[in-house]
């Protein structure tokens, strides 16, 4: 009888590069950061290699002496590959390739495979190809014979695939068609905003690090049964759904591309559209993983990357997430926020919170309003109920007496 075979895809051991520039700096941090991205991506961590030099190595990433130690921990431990925790330039990348035999990729291209495995709308996937070919292009030479090498594995997946072997010119005009593409998404996505401009309802973008738990934030209070996993960058694709807050004013909530650090600018770029709906919306709902002891630099990384998106004049609501898995005594404060609250999305604590929180945050937008309709002009009380709050309504002989709060916007439109 004859032996079953069972076939199974190479798995990649990798060995983690990183440069440390002086005491205090965060090395470390950052290549844990690194191997959850890895693991993400569907490779193991099999060993990790700090430098401390003053700078990266502008031809080899690490220097001689250090690249000899690298070369046999890769015969040592069976590694097939390994990552640099920064972006390599083309020469680094050729020569590391050289020097070291062996599969060489960086944080941006782990970064890449991982959007084009979780990539699933049109948009999504025009954007991940788009900084994929934009990533190659200028790295052809270098990722030929990288990815000759397995002929698989992490850097390999998505659109971007078959189009290694394509000269740059033919990639330039690939990035052409793209960019048409991506601009007709975005003239869809225009029209979708101006009829929610029209309807007065406010829409708060849910920002944050990735793996913070806005996804479980969004499921929880709208149930939308999006993706909500324990990994980075577990949703990359908007999703928008409405909720209606407990005095019944409605609010529409979109779930955003987590930040990262270290997050290459052509990579923000090519997921500006992403982030529009962010710029287009009237809050922040910036969601914090306050059980990470990395918090501080978290929160630092997502303000810089939306002063970087030109982001930055909303009302903040910091949400200090987690709650639930703090072990300590931590003191939560976030000095650029407008409101700040806590609450553990996963069991529900604090969440009534939260919307308390977000009434008043549209209270405060909105213009208190009394006044007495005539019965011919009832029309205009259900405006008031659907887009703004109604405190009082009372039927008298006159008419309907109210007293309400109301987006400024429709306030002119209700007092004639």
Avoid at 1 to 29: C, F, H, N, P, Q
Avoid at 36 to 52: F, K, M
Avoid at 274 to 294: F, K, M, W
Wanted: proline share 2%; net charge negative.
């Amino acid at each position: 009888m004859a032996e079953l075979i069972e076939l199974k895809e190479i798995e990649e051991r990798v060995i983690l590069l990183g440069i440390s520039t002086g005491e205090g700096d965060d090395a470390w941090a950052c290549l844990d950061e690194l191997e959850d991205l890895v693991e993400t991506a569907g490779a193991v961590t099999v060993a990790r290699i700090v430098q401390s030099r003053e700078n990266v190595h502008p031809g080899t990433y690490f220097g001689k002496g250090k690249l000899e130690e690298v070369k046999e921990r890769i015969w040592e431990l069976d590694a097939t590959g390994v990552v640099c925790d920064d972006e390599l330039s083309p020469a680094q990348l050729h020569n590391l390739e050289d020097a070291l035999d062996t599969k060489v990729m960086d944080r941006t291209m782990v970064i890449l495979d991982i959007f084009a495995a979780r990539a699933n709308t049109r948009e999504g996937k025009i954007q991940v190809e788009l900084a994929q070919l934009k990533y190659r292009a200028a790295r052809l030479v270098g990722l030929r014979s990288s990815l000759s090498r397995l002929g698989g594995g992490i850097g390999t997946r998505g659109p971007g695939e078959k189009k290694l072997e394509m000269d740059r010119r033919l990639i330039h005009e690939r990035i052409g068609q793209l960019k048409a593409e991506l601009k007709e998404v975005e003239r869809h996505r225009e029209v979708q905003r101006r009829q929610r401009e029209k309807s007065h309802i406010r829409v708060a973008a849910i920002v944050g690090y990735t793996n913070a738990g806005k996804s479980t934030l969004l499921n929880h209070l709208t149930h939308a049964g999006i993706l909500a996993e324990d990994k980075l960058f577990a949703t990359l694709d908007p999703t928008t759904r409405s909720l209606t807050l407990p005095q019944g004013q409605r609010i529409l909530l979109t779930d955003t591309v987590g930040f990262i650090r270290k997050l290459p600018h052509h990579l923000i770029e090519a997921f500006k559209s992403t982030l529009e709906e962010a710029r287009y919306s009237q809050i922040i709902l910036h969601v914090v993983d306050c059980s990470n002891p990395q918090m501080d630099m978290q929160m630092h990384v997502v303000y810089d990357t939306l002063k970087e998106l030109g982001i930055m004049d909303k009302t903040v609501v910091t949400v200090f997430n987690k709650t639930d898995k703090l072990d300590r005594e931590v003191i939560l404060k976030d000095l650029t926020a407008d409101y700040q609250v806590k609450m553990s999305a996963k069991t529900g604590q604090g969440v009534d919170a939260l919307l308390e929180l977000l009434e008043t945050v549209l209270r405060n937008e909105q213009i208190y309003l009394e006044k007495v309709y005539p019965y011919s002009q009832a029309g205009k009380i259900q405006a008031v109920r659907e887009y703004g709050e109604l405190l009082e309504e009372e039927y008298g002989e006159e008419g309907i007496s109210i007293k309400a709060y109301v987006p400024a916007e429709l306030y002119g439109q209700l007092v004639l």
